[in-house]
């Protein structure tokens, strides 16, 4: 399925057939604008928006839950994709699917069995994601990856953006890349943390295809700009 020459095609039902996926997330956006700020990295090609929810327990922020979840569907149709960072993430299910969420992740180490918890997310209709921390090793995410539709891997500590892209993270998306390659998986593989044009190539060249980045599109002068910045950077990795 990849032949690593940048060729890979993801095929899934999420919209056409693409090599990789960015998903802006609004976490570094600016809040008093965030209609505009969505439209503007909407027109400049975004794939998913992503959305992370803190609850001050899981990690120490806390952000927004599923009413942002519900106004920011009536601002755009890309794919909400949202990263419950969050423990019993599982009680939310149906508040986020009523809210107009496209895909739920959820960390391995907040649910009980993660198998369980992709069936029932897809049981609901969403997509589903799984996800893992740093210090977590990412041979959790194998027994759902047959059921899993993003594997997510975190290249910084959950809790907050504007952090640095961890050494190491290579390691663990090739080990991943590998896994759905050879179980002919159709799961995207996502990096979430430290993501730009300089720590994207590391990522794409390890094996990921779904690149999440928030402070190096929305903290720069024009996001627009610095998303295409970010796709070219993935292009000639
Ligand atoms: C971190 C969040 C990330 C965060 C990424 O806990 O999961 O999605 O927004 O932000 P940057 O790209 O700024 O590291
Ligand atoms: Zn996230």
């Not at 990690?59 to 920011?72: D, E, K, N, Y």
């Not at 069995?113 to 090793?137: F, Q, Y």
């Amino acid at each position: 399925m990849s032949d690593r020459s940048g060729e890979r095609a993801v095929s899934d039902a999420w919209g056409k057939p693409r090599r990789f996926r960015i998903c802006p997330s609004i976490l570094s956006a600016d809040f008093s604008r965030l209609g505009e700020e969505i439209t503007r990295v909407t027109s400049a090609g975004a794939d998913f928006i992503h959305v992370d929810v803190m609850d001050g327990r899981f990690v120490p922020s806390i952000t927004f839950g599923p009413i942002l979840v519900r106004a920011m569907r009536r601002l755009t149709s890309l794919p909400l994709d949202v990263h419950l960072m969050v423990v019993e993430p599982m009680r939310f299910l149906e508040d986020f699917a009523a809210a107009g969420a496209d895909c739920l992740t959820v960390h391995v180490e907040a649910v009980e069995d993660p198998v369980d918890a992709v069936r029932r997310i897809r049981a609901r209709g969403l997509r589903a994601g799984l996800t893992v921390k740093p210090s977590t090793s990412v041979g959790r995410l194998l027994p759902a990856l047959p059921e899993c539709d993003i594997a997510l891997v975190m290249t910084v500590e959950p809790g907050a953006g504007g952090q640095r892209f961890l050494e190491g993270s290579a390691e663990r998306i090739a080990t991943l890349r590998s896994a759905i390659d050879s179980g002919g998986f159709d799961c995207l593989l996502s990096v979430d943390g430290g993501i730009g044009p300089e720590t994207a190539p590391i990522a794409a060249r390890a094996g990921a295809d779904t690149f999440v980045a928030g402070h190096s599109v929305f903290r720069a002068p024009d996001p627009g700009e610095a998303l295409a910045a970010l796709r070219r950077s993935i292009e000639g990795a």
